[in-house]
């Protein structure tokens, strides 16, 4: 086969991928937000669910969560009387999502407890809520400093794709395995698919930039 | 059974424990490949910093290049990519030193930035004052540099090394008997996932809470301000 019949398989592998990387990317930002907002949180409930979500899914493997999803879940839910065998698409973004939202969460507080103490003295000052101070003050000041973590992470999510490829998802990963047993043209296949990554990688990065000028804007606001 | 060792069906209580030694088997595995990876990560990476550092052009860019290639592929199709096609070429390495190589490249890519950032924070003045006192550019990377550089390079390291653990699991696709394998095959067999795929999540909860305490002691201990030469 010559190689540009291996496009159009891959290409379908492809659009897989550029949709798994942004649905998870999404969610994963939410979840993000969610934990690391938390984590800073006064409440100790809250607290806790989020510190255990980071250090639970920062602290074990990508593939192990994803596995426990698909596999082990399903048991635990008939053991409680429930349905809950996900759909290989929904195991897949769930489990990219959590995992790239808890190394999020640390970014996102990071970037909130760098904000100066005299911006939340002042927001005191003027009688904000604690609410107010975290929403008009504390996040866009913290928001443009979290972008270049960000971009990193969109990028890691991208290549994290590829796993769920081990579920049977007819991601890139899994075209080029199919191919590769179908034709045995290991090398033609794996450096086109290389490549591709590579792609699809730059454009990430480069829309992270745009964003990250986006919201660069809300740090000079404030003059 | 898996190495010889049976498991006890009777009870959830009885087959985790009976498949715990099963497990401790596979994490021996995960452990060996994660320290071999680390260290073809070191040493690649510091090829690729001072490749990436060279005054010529002509090879820096290209080190620039391939790294920034290496960091935006996926660990997974890099692994393929090195156990399909280098037996193509006469290279056939067992599964393991092949996942290892992968695990290896991919994060040399990263150590190599660190070893260049490590090597960068050292303040210009440092430099100016080993010439004043007539170092030679040797002297002064062995004795002004590197004793400076290495307290910061460590502990960021470290942290690369609980990341090359947590993507040790890929290597299960090309038949390497890591933890994640060993508890999948022990599902297969016994119908049951949700023990030995939870076992394996503490486990590795385990490891880099261990792994990361060592880091952090690390980087308490070593001295901000460079390491003594006496």
Not at chain 1, 35 to 52: D, E, L, Q, W
Not at chain 2, 161 to 175: A, G, Q
């Given at each position: 086969?010559?190689?540009?019949?291996?496009?159009?398989?891959?290409?379908?592998?492809?659009?897989?991928t550029?949709?798994?990387?942004?649905?998870?990317?999404i969610?994963?930002?939410?979840?993000a937000?969610?934990?690391?907002?938390?984590?800073?949180?006064?409440?100790?409930?809250?607290?806790?669910?989020?510190?255990?979500?980071i250090?639970?899914?920062?602290?074990?493997?990508?593939?192990?969560?994803?596995?426990?999803?698909?596999?082990?879940?399903?048991?635990?839910?008939?053991?409680?009387?429930?349905?809950?065998?996900?759909p290989?698409?929904?195991?897949?973004?769930?489990?990219?999502?959590l995992?790239?939202?808890?190394?999020?969460?640390?970014?996102?507080?990071?970037?909130?407890?760098?904000?100066?103490?005299?911006?939340?003295?002042?927001?005191k000052?003027?009688?904000?809520?604690?609410?107010?101070?975290?929403?008009?003050?504390?996040?866009?000041?913290?928001?443009?400093?979290?972008?270049?973590?960000?971009?990193?992470?969109?990028?890691?999510?991208?290549?994290?794709t590829?796993?769920?490829?081990?579920?049977?998802?007819?991601?890139?990963a899994?075209?080029?395995?199919?191919?590769?047993?179908?034709?045995?043209?290991?090398?033609?296949?794996?450096?086109?698919?290389l490549?591709?990554?590579?792609?699809?990688?730059?454009?990430?990065?480069?829309?992270?930039?745009?964003?990250?000028?986006?919201?660069?804007?809300?740090?000079?606001?404030?003059? | 059974m898996l190495?010889?060792?049976?498991?006890?069906?009777?009870?959830?209580?009885?087959?985790?424990?009976?498949?715990?030694?099963?497990?401790?088997?596979?994490?021996?595995?995960?452990?060996?490949?994660?320290?071999?990876?680390?260290?073809v990560?070191?040493?690649?990476?510091?090829?690729?910093?001072?490749?990436?550092?060279?005054?010529?052009?002509?090879?820096?860019?290209?080190?620039?290049?391939?790294?920034?290639?290496?960091?935006?592929?996926?660990?997974?199709?890099?692994?393929?990519?090195?156990y399909?096609?280098?037996?193509?070429?006469?290279?056939?390495?067992?599964?393991?030193?092949?996942?290892?190589?992968?695990?290896?490249?991919?994060?040399?890519?990263?150590?190599?930035?660190v070893?260049?950032?490590?090597?960068?924070?050292?303040?210009?003045?440092?430099?100016?004052?080993?010439?004043?006192?007539?170092?030679?550019?040797?002297?002064?990377?062995?004795?002004v540099?590197?004793?400076?550089?290495?307290?910061?390079?460590?502990?960021?390291?470290?942290?690369?090394?609980?990341?090359?653990?947590?993507?040790?699991?890929?290597?299960?696709?090309?038949?390497?008997?890591?933890?994640?394998n060993?508890?999948?095959?022990?599902?297969?067999?016994?119908?049951?996932?949700?023990?030995?795929?939870?076992?394996?999540?503490?486990?590795?909860?385990?490891?880099?809470?261990?792994?990361?305490?060592?880091?952090?002691?690390?980087?308490?201990?070593?001295?901000?301000?460079?390491?003594?030469?006496?």
């Open positions: 086969m010559h190689w540009t019949e291996y496009l159009n398989p891959l290409m379908q592998g492809a659009w897989l550029v949709q798994l990387t942004l649905y998870s990317t969610l994963g930002a939410v979840l937000f969610a934990a690391g907002i938390g984590k800073t949180s006064h409440n100790r409930i809250v607290k806790a669910i989020a510190v255990t979500y250090e639970v899914f920062r602290g074990t493997s990508l593939l192990v969560q994803l596995f426990w999803l698909y596999f082990a879940l399903p048991i635990l839910g008939q053991t409680v009387g429930l349905d809950l065998r996900l290989p698409v929904v195991a897949g973004v769930l489990a990219l999502a995992n790239i939202g808890a190394y999020g969460a640390e970014v996102v507080r990071g970037a909130i407890q760098a904000v100066s103490k005299d911006q939340y003295e002042a927001a000052a003027l009688n904000f809520t604690r609410r107010q101070t975290l929403w008009s003050v504390a996040l866009p000041q913290a928001i443009p400093e979290m972008m270049p973590s960000f971009g990193n992470l969109a990028v890691q999510n991208l290549k994290d590829a796993l769920v490829s081990l579920i049977s998802l007819g991601d890139l899994f075209r080029a395995e199919q191919l590769r047993n179908f034709t045995q043209d290991s090398t033609t296949i794996y450096t086109m698919v490549f591709m990554y590579f792609g699809m990688a730059l454009v990430v990065t480069a829309l992270m930039k745009t964003l990250e000028r986006y919201v660069g804007r809300w740090r000079s606001a404030r003059g | 190495f010889g060792i049976e498991w006890d069906t009777s009870s959830d209580l009885a087959f985790a424990i009976s498949i715990l030694p099963i497990l401790l088997r596979g994490m021996i595995v995960t452990i060996q490949a994660t320290f071999l990876g680390f260290f990560a070191l040493v690649l990476g510091l090829i690729f910093a001072a490749l990436k550092a060279a005054p010529l052009k002509i090879i820096s860019w290209p080190a620039g290049v391939l790294t920034e290639f290496i960091r935006d592929t996926p660990l997974l199709i890099q692994l393929f990519f090195l399909y096609v280098l037996p193509e070429y006469g290279l056939v390495l067992p599964a393991f030193l092949t996942g290892a190589l992968a695990l290896g490249l991919q994060y040399s890519a990263y150590t190599a930035e070893y260049r950032a490590g090597i960068e924070a050292i303040a210009k003045g440092q430099h100016e004052a080993a010439r004043a006192l007539n170092f030679t550019s040797l002297r002064t990377f062995t004795h540099v590197l004793p400076q550089a290495v307290p910061r390079i460590i502990p960021a390291m470290g942290n690369y090394l609980v990341s090359i653990m947590k993507d040790v699991p890929v290597l299960s696709v090309v038949t390497v008997l890591e933890m994640l060993v508890a999948q095959i022990v599902g297969d067999r016994t119908f049951n996932y949700l023990i030995p795929l939870s076992m394996v999540g503490g486990l590795y909860m385990i490891m880099t809470l261990v792994a990361s305490g060592g880091v952090r002691w690390l980087d308490q201990t070593l001295p901000k301000r460079g390491l003594s030469l006496k």
